[in-house]
């Protein structure tokens, strides 16, 4: 089977130079907040402001981001027209499957330390076990102060893990499907095993601790970081696998790493709204929260985030009503840029082999997610499809189209449909993966390179 290396054999250097700098990129952001605040740091040095920053009318070529709750971001570059005539849209998450702490999560047993968990999104809880874990996140005082949390991804730092069950004892465990091997509530985080001394009373005589293990933890957390068992009330802090993203295979053609799923297609995106000067229409990047759990809440993309921005920028371009918004909605275009799955000749049984993504053959497009029967899919327009592959033929970019598995199989979904709802045109597009939902997956550096390549001219060409 061909793939798109040959179309980069004469010269590789583009190709690795861009996937060095994502490679670095995923290593740094692997919650939200880390991405937000790295794609912030990106954008600013392309002359991107916060909107607030603004106190004037906006322009063409006004580079501008919107930031919500410190996890949903949307940046824009401000076209020739106005933004009534519609937007051209590039969309994608920044959550990735992962586990988080419970409210109350601390406790003691059999001189052991552990933290109670919940896992977040769709996960084979097997794969999170007896793997080196690292905790990210922040934990908001009552003080008004937030406190950084990274544990666990210096070379000096310790990592933390979920214990698993030796072979030898794992008879009646390994007679149970996959879903149940492990259970969510044994998802139990080792994070310490030794005791605080005795404190002593006022006869100088010691006073035996009812838990030393856990009082020895707290003192730790509270010399390290000022934090409080009470202040688990108020953090997100979310487990995620320990250590960089780095080159995969003996040719280092592929990258590994933690959250491809979908922060490759943030990246690859960001990166082509960077490349864009000039703009006919104005053109947007969104990166937004809670995908993997149906894109509910504030910061995803189901909330009113993203509307009110845009109504916020009609309104500082020309005078704004309601209708201006709708229209503007109306008749923008989107990218959902959202991973597939790439077919894997180890598991040829769940895809159907001329519909499937594969490694090495492009951007991916999948015209409708859903499950069984498209259930919950957007189903992109044909006259929408044609109009952006006529696009990325005249740019000599590659790509490939694709549906997630067998038709009885396989199922999905992305952010396109709540998009789609807006009553504008959208169409997933993305980044072929394998591993998809573990803790490291894998990509093609080719598919990553070429799908930049084809976001950038969708941003630049699409009429």
């Avoid at 790295?38 to 070529?61: D, Y």
């Avoid at 793997?131 to 070379?155: F, Q, R, Y």
């Amino acid at each position: 089977m061909k793939t798109i290396w040959e179309k980069y054999s004469n010269d590789l250097s583009s190709v690795m130079d861009f996937n060095e700098d994502y490679i670095n990129y995923l290593s740094e952001s692997k919650t939200e907040r880390e991405n937000v605040r790295n794609s912030i740091a990106l954008a600013r040095k392309q002359g991107f402001k916060e909107f607030k920053e603004f106190n004037r009318k906006l322009q063409p070529n006004d580079k501008v981001y919107f930031v919500n709750r410190e996890k949903n971001l949307s940046l824009y570059i401000i076209g020739k027209k106005s933004l009534v005539d519609g937007l051209t849209i590039l969309g994608a998450h920044i959550d990735s499957p992962r586990v988080d702490l419970k409210q109350n999560p601390v406790y003691e047993s059999d001189g052991l330390v552990l933290f109670d968990t919940h896992y977040y999104g769709g996960v084979k809880k097997y794969q999170w076990v007896a793997t080196p874990m690292a905790l990210h996140g922040v934990v908001a005082k009552k003080d008004g102060s937030v406190i950084n949390v990274v544990i666990g991804e210096k070379d000096t730092d310790p990592v933390v893990g979920f214990s698993d069950l030796l072979i030898h004892l794992a008879q009646d465990q390994l007679k149970k499907d996959g879903a149940k091997v492990v259970e969510g509530e044994d998802l139990n985080l080792l994070v310490g095993s030794m005791p605080l001394a005795n404190d002593k009373d006022e006869n100088d005589k010691e006073v035996e601790r009812k838990e030393p293990y856990k009082d020895y933890l707290l003192k730790l957390l509270k010399d390290m970081y000022n934090i409080e068992e009470d202040d688990f009330k108020t953090a997100e802090l979310e487990i995620v696998p320990s250590g960089k993203a780095r080159s995969y295979g003996l040719d280092s053609s592929m990258v590994i790493g933690y959250g491809h799923d979908d922060r490759v297609c943030a990246y690859t995106s960001l990166r082509a709204l960077f490349e864009v000067e000039n703009p006919e229409r104005t053109l947007c990047c969104i990166l937004t929260d809670k995908e993997e759990v149906g894109s509910i809440g504030a910061t995803g993309m189901q909330s009113r985030f993203f509307e009110n921005t845009i109504a916020e920028l009609i309104d500082a371009t020309e005078d704004y009503n309601d209708l201006k918004l709708r229209k503007a909605l109306r008749n923008s275009y989107m990218l959902s840029s959202d991973v597939s799955a790439g077919y894997d000749p180890n598991y040829p049984a769940v895809f159907e082999k001329k519909n499937s993504a594969f490694l090495g053959k492009g951007l991916v497009f999948n015209k409708y997610t859903g499950a069984r029967g498209k259930s919950g899919c957007n189903d992109a327009n044909p006259e929408f499809i044609a109009k952006i592959f006529d696009v990325l033929d005249k740019n000599s970019v590659d790509y490939q189209t694709a549906e997630l598995g067998r038709v009885d199989q396989g199922g999905g979904g992305t952010i396109a449909y709540i998009l789609a709802n807006l009553d504008m045109e959208v169409i997933d597009a993305g980044v072929t993966v394998q591993n998809m939902h573990a803790p490291w997956e894998v990509v093609s550096k080719v598919d990553v390179y070429e799908a930049f390549l084809g976001y950038k001219a969708f941003l630049k060409d699409i009429k």
